[in-house]
């Protein structure tokens, strides 16, 4: 049986007297304000695929400097880890990121103040029955409460301890995954202290709107959480370490309609992500002749990948007549094009999730490859051979017995029997939805590249592509992440974080527009003709202003801003986000103070003018919490 979460567990015998526990926590984040020395205790063991899935957990102090990194390998499924907190240091930050592979408890004395806050729509955590926690709804404020049934936690009970009032929120199963339920609370002229107890078992997603998302053991634990300035020390240096990646999108198997234009003018795509459906080319050659050739000509997109697939993304292809004739159209029409630009090549959209085993993805990539090679002029044409594209790279896809299906296993084994005719490495990265675990992109990266080699200019052997990715996979998504400025702020930061280290040649969003059923778009549709930016794609276009061509390499000591340095000839850009609430005080070391322009985009999602000092070579200013800053100059 799972131990409770949340719940006050004094003198039970695994624990010390006066110690309280937390678990099991599966996404959140947990704020612990000691007000003496203290030790925080945090164990795991598996929920769910542990064994084919790395994790990181995060300790900050209050200024949100990193204090403490525990990275947990694949084979760790259960351990400890054991951290110091100081009085006058705090309040300090533990954070689980989700999606999350195990169950985490954390232990902490009692003399340590603990809050906890959820994530919304996702479950947060794994509970016992009749768990109670409190929270607090200040004066004047106008609160909710919400919550998901995620097949555990069937409703939330809530009682106002200054009146008794109370209130009963059912869970109730939804098809959509982004549906949940949500109680307006009464409002008072004075601070309110609720008690909240969870109908049930098992998985649970309950949160707040309108008040700070926090709930604690004790009543007493309840305080604001403040957000103590941060400090950012930037040092630029002049080398060149590789060049950033194409920013790209993932575009529809139809030709856009010209209201639609305007919105990807904005977006300025530089590469593209397609779905090719074989049975569709085989029956008619020529289907997808004027809508690539518009991408390539009006939107002037000089890189793509294509994954084969069948009508509604059917992926599990076999090397039969169809496939055969599909992949002789598709060639014929990408020679149609002229020869311009490479266009990447992928059999199969995430085999090591959707193929019995690697045996027959290997087969079919192998039937396939030699039919690319035996047509003539394909290479003249730009074609290249990618592969896997697989689900997760460094982890396993979300299926069963995904220790056998990382797609860097599946990946090293085909370039072991068939590198010669591989081209590129491409992968889809899922499930980082974590502001501050988005660093992870940089590890994927940098082990792609480990795994293909560098060559003697120190470029990747083969291209390094990831050609899909978001926040969630599927529709299992939350529009307090996609219609937010929160998807801006995780954009930013997967783009800063996979381009950091020069070696990534494609990034894609997945996917331009929002879908009925996959509602995760850059771009709203608001009729058959009507279509609007959402906060990310605004976003977008923000980065997409300020991007250069080459990376240079740039000190970084700040955990929640991420910066990446530019160049183009003599134009430098300084791209960063503050993916935290706190101010910070940023520093950048430069050889001389430039004459140039300090931009920043912050949660209105419009663009203004900065002010920065410099005074002989350090160049500050004042980053908002949550906000995109973009500073760019000549250099000399």
Known sequence: MKRWLLLMVLGAPWLQAAELQWGDIRDGSLYLQPSAEDTLLVRWRPAWQADANSEHLYLLDGHGQLCGERRIDAAEVRGEQRWPLT?????????????????????????????????????????????????????????????????????????????????????????????????????????????????????????????????????????????????VHLRLQAKVIGRTPLLGLNLPYVLPPPSSFAVLDALRPQAAGYYSFMDVLARQPDYEDAWRRLYQER????????????????????????????????LAATARLGGKGLHYLAFADEPNLNYRDYASYRDFFSAMAARVRAWPGAREAGVRIAMPASSRLIGGPFTRASQQRRGLDWARRL??????????????????????????????????????????????????????????????????????????????????????????????????????????????????????????????????????????????????????????????????????DRQQQVELSLERCPSGQLELFGPDNRPRVGRFDCRQGRLSFQLPGQTLFALTWNAS
């Open 415 to 580: 370039l072991e029997e068939q590198g010669a005719q591989i081209d590129a490495l491409a992968w889809h990265e899922w499930m980082v939805r974590d502001l501050l675990a988005t660093r992870s992109y940089r590890d994927s990266v940098r082990q792609a590249a480990d795994l293909v080699g560098l060559d003697a200019q120190g470029r990747p052997r083969k291209a390094l592509l990831i050609d899909q990715t978001n926040l969630s996979s599927g529709s299992t998504l939350s529009p307090y992440e996609q219609n937010t400025h929160y998807a801006g702020l995780w954009w930013a930061s997967v783009v800063i974080n996979a381009s950091s280290d020069g070696l990534l040649d494609m990034l894609n969003w997945f996917h331009v527009a929002d879908e009925p059923q996959w509602p995760k778009g850059m771009v709203r549709v608001l009729g058959e003709t009507r279509f609007e930016l959402k906060p990310v794609g605004l976003a977008q276009q923000f980065i997409q202003r300020h991007w250069l061509t080459q990376v240079l390499a740039l000190d970084n000591d700040a955990f929640e801003v991420d910066a990446l340095a530019m160049a183009d000839g003599r134009q430098r850009s300084l791209l960063g986000v503050n993916k935290a």
């Open 299 to 330: 939107f002037a997109i000089g890189q793509d990948i294509t994954l084969l697939a069948g009508t509604g993304r059917r992926a599990d292809l076999a090397a039969d007549r169809t496939s055969h004739d599909g992949l002789q159209a598709w």
């Open 87 to 231: 009085p006058g240091a705090g309040p300090y930050r533990l954070e689980v990121p989700g999606y999350s592979f195990r169950d985490y408890q954390a232990e902490h004395a009692d003399s340590t103040g603990a809050q906890f806050a959820p994530a919304k729509v996702h479950f947060s955590a794994e509970v016992g029955p009749d768990v109670t926690l409190y929270f607090r709804v200040k004066a004047g404020e106008r609160a909710t409460l919400a919550g998901k049934y995620h097949g555990g936690v069937r409703g939330l009970w809530a009682q106002r301890l200054g009146d008794g009032q109370q209130v009963n929120l059912t869970l109730k199963p939804y098809p959509a995954y982004w549906q949940f339920d949500q109680q307006a609370l009464p409002s008072s002229r004075r601070d309110e202290t609720w008690r909240l107890r969870l109908q049930g078992r098992g998985k649970a997603a309950f949160w707040l709107d309108g008040s700070a998302n926090l709930f604690a053991q004790r009543a007493e634990d309840l305080s604001d959480v403040p957000d103590l300035p941060g400090q």
